[in-house]
């Protein structure tokens, strides 16, 4: 790779943080003047930023390994750098929630922004898999299937690097339905529906780890190639329809928003699915359409952008739209970080062939 493209791909997550965290604050601090519309919205996005922090540690993670400068101080320090963001971003989240009291801006908030830390941690995740990336060209051009490779992961840290997006995306599951259970208070559907949707999407990101380990393991079957694959589609495809289902019934102007982020993560499933998808054609065979699939995140990214300027029109005419128009502009921005991504992996799985 290139020298000067590895900065501009490690740039991209870092930038697109930087456009979260400054819009987040924008308006949030706007909040203050105007209404709880402009505290959720600006909270969500703020905290995005942990994603793209997480993002660029995986980013820096596989660029350091092609460019020969990796050492063991990248290995330990920038997934710890990753998991910091997500720590903080969760312990964030428990606090705008339990001491939010009967402020329903930061019970949202509060509860989806711990959703995104627990996003963040399977994205660092993915950077700790990563930290042998080598070995998936090297395994893929001179293994067969079944031999053991030198210094691989050994099958319990296997296991436990699997476990950790499984571990995740249960957690976000059961304190979604708790929060549809305990109560049918407004904040508690808005909080509840949008925090399952996210346990989808670390359920999204569980297909990604696995089959980074698997294939540095040499594990990585022929069963394999596409299943992961079709599972994120299902995964990204029943948060749409359970986006576009909460949008069918709505009774109340404050289903709007959930349905509209539903949709949204349905779209950040899609754009995992452009790395799970690479990895499975490029393993042990040349795949010309590999070099297409960068393209993939570049159009999810347009369609989030694209949904967030009609919602900000519909918010002319009804405010119902506020949150969604701005949260869809921070998940454009997650769908743009991961375009740097899967171009890193299609340089890095393509250099071997």
Known sequence: MNYYISIFFRAIPLLMGVVCLGYGFYVKNLGQLIGSEFVVAGHV??????????????????????????????????????????????????MLFETAGQNSAYVVSGNVVFGLGLIACCVSTVATSSTKFLLIPKNSSNLKEGDEPE???KESTAKILISVP???ALIAFIRGIYLLMSSSATENFVAGHVIIGISLVCASLVALVASVVRQIQNKFTEKERYKWSILVVILGTIDIIWGIAVLSIATNPAWI???????????VCYSILSKVLLLGMVWRKSNPLAKRVPLIPVVTALICLFMGAFLFEAEIFNIAYFIPARVMIGLGAICFTLFSIV????????SSK
């Open 166 to 168: 499984v571990v995740c």
């Open 343 to 350: 171009s890193i992996l299609e340089s890095g799985t393509s």
């Open 151 to 153: 210094d691989s992961f």
């Open 257 to 267: 928003a959930p349905g509209f982020v539903l949709i949204g993560l349905g779209i």
């Open 45 to 94: 996005l703020i905290y995005l930023t942990a994603i793209c922090i997480a993002l660029f540690t995986t980013a820096a993670t596989i660029i350091r390994q092609l460019i020969n400068k990796y050492n063991n101080f990248d290995k330990w320090v920038l997934p710890s750098i990753g998991y910091l963001a997500s720590i903080f971003t969760m312990v964030s989240g428990i």
